[in-house]
């Protein structure tokens, strides 16, 4: 039993030169943890811009409203006669310079 003293500091060592290795321990763990937080993030985003984009094409197959609109905003026409203003985006009449 005395000769086997060293086993256990192997074992210890060995653990810790894993977790602490940069290509297969905890700092990668650690990064590729990051990594799914933020692709589970862009994943929520263009699952919400998916729903925004269905709802706005079942308004264009039904609505004809949603399709003048559509036509107003994405194509910037406009009936004849009629005068198009355009806001600078981001800006509101009480933010707008006097």
Do not use: H, N, Y
Not at 10 to 25: C, F
Not at 55 to 61: I, P, S, T, V
Not at 68 to 88: F, K, M, S
């Amino acid at each position: 039993m005395r000769r086997l003293w060293w086993i256990p500091i192997l074992v210890v060592a060995a653990a810790g030169w894993t977790l602490a290795d940069e290509r297969s321990g905890l700092p990668a763990w650690q990064r590729l943890k990051g990594d799914l937080g933020s692709a589970q993030g862009r994943i929520e985003v263009l699952r919400s811009d998916l729903d925004a984009l269905e709802r706005e094409a079942a308004a264009l197959d039904t609505d004809g409203f949603a399709i003048e609109r559509a036509i107003r905003e994405d194509l910037g026409l406009a009936r004849p006669g009629e005068t198009v203003v355009r806001l600078a985006a981001g800006r509101t009449a009480a933010a707008a310079p006097r």
